[in-house]
């Protein structure tokens, strides 16, 4: 028997690696235009900096206010400077902690494997170091599937829970669907498809451009064009976004029986309500919230509306809010 797949196999990943070149190439000639290493190097988020050594990686952070702890954990691909119209207002009567999640924004990037569940136990680690032995916590897409986990595997860490156009109930992958992971996921491929689409992407997030979006949009773009420094960032995304589909808490839903608010944009194209109606009906404490008016970040599209729901949840629970339910 002659043993020639191994050789096969060698030489299509060989080819996969020279197309990822190539489509690198390609991706810096596309995003050309949007590169400012300037913007990059002088770039500072709105309200401020602060960093600190959790579990081994520096995380960056912000803290703001007196009161019951509150943790903004952003969505994937988005940093706490996306948080800035909300922080403030939340400030008024909480201790709100926001920080970028390990391998994003300006947290530490390392060469890690980036599963969901590190990530949770990197997030332990920064509460530890922050002295926060329980907490609320307010988390977007990515975000919000992380404080699912946190909630579920550690209770006793987590207050109330704010899930915003999430990820986390998605069905765990099907037999066909895991053997492609396993077998044509490729990272180089993913970084740079993410890098190429980024528009795309970041124009389904909101329904009203502002002042605050533009901005962002230029620093956004500016770090994708530079191939080398989005690097990092990118190889954490991917991975990040490969460890999704094995760690889905379908199933587990019924186990969170704190207090949780979901609250969606009406137009979200990204997580659409449907997948809120799915959360909704099986979580044992909830209630739920669509916004007109507002895509996938609520807390920008509809700032004073997301500030005013979330506030009354935090201070009442479930209590505090009425499901509102509008149709797409």
């Not at 954490?236 to 587990?252: K, V, W």
């Not at 194209?269 to 609520?298: C, F, K, Q, S, T």
Request: glycine residues 8%.
């Amino acid at each position: 028997m002659r043993i020639v797949r191994p050789r096969r196999l060698g030489g299509a990943l060989g080819a996969c690696g020279a197309l990822a070149l190539a489509c690198a190439s390609c991706t810096d000639v596309r995003l050309a235009k949007y590169r400012d290493d300037r913007l990059l190097d002088s770039y500072h988020y709105a309200l401020g900096e602060e960093y600190v050594d959790a579990g081994g990686l520096k995380l960056c952070y912000q803290e703001h206010g007196v009161g019951p702890a509150v943790l903004i954990l952003p969505g994937l691909g988005t940093n706490i400077d996306f948080w800035q119209l909300n922080i403030p207002a939340l400030a008024e009567d909480h201790h709100v902690l926001a920080v970028d999640l390990p391998g994003l924004g300006k947290s530490d990037k390392p060469d890690a494997g980036y599963d969901l569940l590190w990530m949770c136990d990197r997030i332990v680690a920064f509460l530890d170091a922050q002295q926060v032995p329980r907490v609320s916590i307010i988390g977007g897409s990515l975000g919000g599937h992380l404080g699912l986990l946190l909630a579920l595997n550690h209770p006793e860490r987590v207050e109330k829970l704010v899930i915003m156009g999430s990820t986390g109930a998605w069905p765990p992958p099907h037999l066909l669907l895991e053997l492609g992971l396993k077998l044509l996921w490729n990272e180089a491929l993913v970084t740079d498809y993410v890098r190429t689409h980024w528009d795309d992407v970041y124009r389904l997030m909101f329904l009203h451009e502002t002042e605050l979006t533009r901005a962002l949009y230029r620093r956004q773009m500016a770090l994708r064009a530079n191939g080398s420094r989005y690097a990092p960032e990118g190889r954490a995304l991917a991975r990040a976004l490969r460890s999704i589909f094995y760690h889905s808490c379908r199933r587990r839903l019924p186990d969170v029986h704190i207090p949780v608010l979901l609250i969606w944009g009406e137009k979200d194209e990204i997580h659409p309500p449907e997948d809120a109606l799915y959360l909704r009906r099986r979580l044992p404490n909830a209630r739920l919230v669509i916004v007109p008016g507002a895509a996938h970040e609520v807390m920008v599209d509809q700032p004073d509306t997301f500030n005013r729901i979330v506030r009354d949840f935090l201070a009442a629970g479930t209590a505090g809010v009425a499901d509102s339910l509008t149709p797409r």
